[in-house]
């Protein structure tokens, strides 16, 4: 449903930046695994850039070097700070959580549009 709310997404040049946001709803306990995945047209969902609660960053390689993760653990929000946009950069971002603490859930945002113009 709603719980991981995204904003940020746009148009922009390549070359330029963006910043993505993720909250959720309310704070929740636990959330072992936060981040972003990104889906183009005609491809498969993939994983940009995770952060679990201890700090510990994961990367997809084309993307190491330009864009940077960081989370609020107390806000429970997971922002992606994504500079020197490539059109192969264009997808529909998704804000991702895990959360363990027993229940061991996946959570989805509804996905924010990033559309990079060559």
């Known amino acids: 449903q709603g719980l991981l709310v995204e904003s940020g997404g746009g148009l922009v040049q390549a070359g330029g930046s963006l910043r993505l946001s993720c909250a959720a709803s309310r704070r929740i306990f636990n959330l072992l695994v936060m981040g972003w995945y990104r889906q183009a047209p005609g491809k498969q969902r993939e994983l940009v850039a995770t952060?679990?609660?201890?700090?510990?960053?994961n990367y997809e390689d084309s993307v190491k070097g330009r864009f940077t993760i960081s989370r609020d653990n107390a806000k429970s929000s997971v922002d992606l700070q994504m500079n020197s946009l490539k059109p192969e950069d264009t997808a529909v971002y998704y804000c991702y959580a895990y959360k363990g603490g027993g229940d061991y859930l996946n959570y989805w945002g509804q996905g924010t549009q990033v559309t990079v113009s060559s």
């Open positions: 952060m679990t609660a201890g700090g510990t960053t």
